[in-house]
């Protein structure tokens, strides 16, 4: 294969290539604006630094448990601070994040961590009643991480810990590294099909970001940008709202849906 003299002597490299990932967003909002506002919710507030600094305690609590690149973490979450943090360090340790609709009953739940062979649930009590059956009917062997959010009623705990005790002892820097193809799976979502079960699709690294980037430029977002969380995150993982505001490096304000 002949090569052009315009390509001759540049293969990818570190210094001409970087992976498209939206996890780059929160990396850089950190660096450009480590004490804006990114998250609002309830009494809980937490800037850019201290939002990159909790999804990389989680990315690091979930590799001292043994997952890495292309492993399925499932979140069964309201509109919280947490939703946020799992959809940036969970692709942060190349892990593949699976959102569930909080509205699904125990069987299709139980059908989908089956097939996305999820090894971790972090699930928020409010939905306990469901995953709790749901838990019964699995052949996994899951690691269940309970969100206790302060805001939500009802529910008991049903993992081995809470959330804020898992990545309470976890390093908050994570090294630079992932994915290595921007091609690589980033989430795994399931559509409610017409017949049967539920289909799986996936979201990679590149799609994600360059969606998240059009819709910042069509919604205009910006610094100044305050975001109410009305769109459950889980759908769609938040039509990727989810990283384009903090793209922007607006303020996410999270309202449990």
């Given at each position: 294969?002949?090569?052009?003299?315009?390509?001759?002597?540049?293969?990818?490299?570190r210094a001409n290539y970087e992976p498209l990932?939206?996890?780059?967003?929160?990396?850089?909002?950190?660096?450009?604006?480590?004490?804006?506002?990114?998250?609002?919710?309830?009494?809980?507030?937490?800037?850019?630094?201290?939002?990159?600094?909790?999804?990389?305690?989680?990315?690091?609590?979930?590799?001292?448990?043994?997952?890495?690149?292309?492993?399925?973490?499932?979140?069964?979450?309201?509109?919280?601070?947490?939703?946020?943090?799992?959809?940036?360090?969970?692709?942060?340790?190349?892990?593949?994040?699976?959102?569930?609709?909080?509205?699904?009953?125990?069987?299709?739940?139980?059908?989908?961590?089956?097939?996305?062979?999820?090894?971790?649930?972090?699930?928020?009590?409010?939905?306990?009643?469901?995953?709790?059956?749901?838990?019964?009917?699995?052949?996994?062997?899951?690691?269940?991480?309970?969100?206790?959010?302060?805001?939500?009623?009802?529910?008991?705990?049903?993992?081995?810990?809470?959330?804020?005790?898992?990545?309470?002892?976890?390093?908050?820097?994570?090294?630079?590294?992932?994915?290595?193809?921007?091609?690589?799976?980033?989430?795994?979502?399931?559509?409610?099909?017409?017949?049967?079960?539920?289909?799986?699709?996936?979201?990679?690294?590149?799609?994600?970001?360059?969606?998240?980037?059009?819709?910042?430029?069509?919604m205009e977002l910006n610094r100044d940008s305050?975001?109410?969380?009305?769109?459950?995150?889980?759908?769609?993982?938040?039509?990727?709202?989810?990283?384009?505001?903090?793209?922007?490096?607006?303020?996410?304000?999270?309202?449990?849906?």
């Amino acid at each position: 294969m002949t090569v052009s003299i315009f390509e001759a002597q540049l293969a990818k490299d570190r210094a001409n290539y970087e992976p498209l990932t939206p996890v780059s967003f929160l990396r850089r909002a950190a660096q450009v604006a480590p004490s804006h506002t990114a998250i609002i919710h309830g009494q809980r507030r937490y800037t850019y630094a201290q939002f990159l600094a909790r999804s990389s305690q989680l990315a690091n609590a979930l590799a001292g448990r043994g997952i890495g690149p292309g492993d399925c973490v499932a979140i069964m979450g309201a509109n919280t601070p947490e939703m946020l943090e799992a959809h940036n360090g969970v692709p942060m340790l190349g892990a593949v994040l699976n959102s569930l609709n909080i509205r699904l009953d125990a069987n299709t739940i139980a059908f989908i961590l089956d097939h996305g062979e999820a090894k971790v649930l972090l699930t928020d009590r409010a939905f306990s009643e469901v995953i709790k059956k749901a838990l019964t009917l699995t052949e996994r062997e899951l690691l269940v991480i309970d969100i206790d959010d302060s805001e939500s009623q009802g529910g008991e705990c049903l993992g081995e810990m809470n959330y804020e005790t898992f990545i309470a002892d976890a390093d908050d820097t994570f090294p630079l590294g992932q994915p290595e193809d921007e091609w690589q799976a980033l989430s795994l979502l399931y559509t409610s099909g017409t017949t049967g079960n539920p289909k799986g699709c996936v979201y990679h690294h590149r799609g994600a970001y360059l969606n998240a980037l059009g819709n910042m430029a069509t919604m205009e977002l910006n610094r100044d940008s305050v975001y109410l969380w009305t769109l459950p995150m889980f759908h769609c993982d938040g039509w990727t709202f989810t990283w384009a505001v903090t793209a922007a490096m607006g303020t996410h304000v999270c309202l449990r849906a």
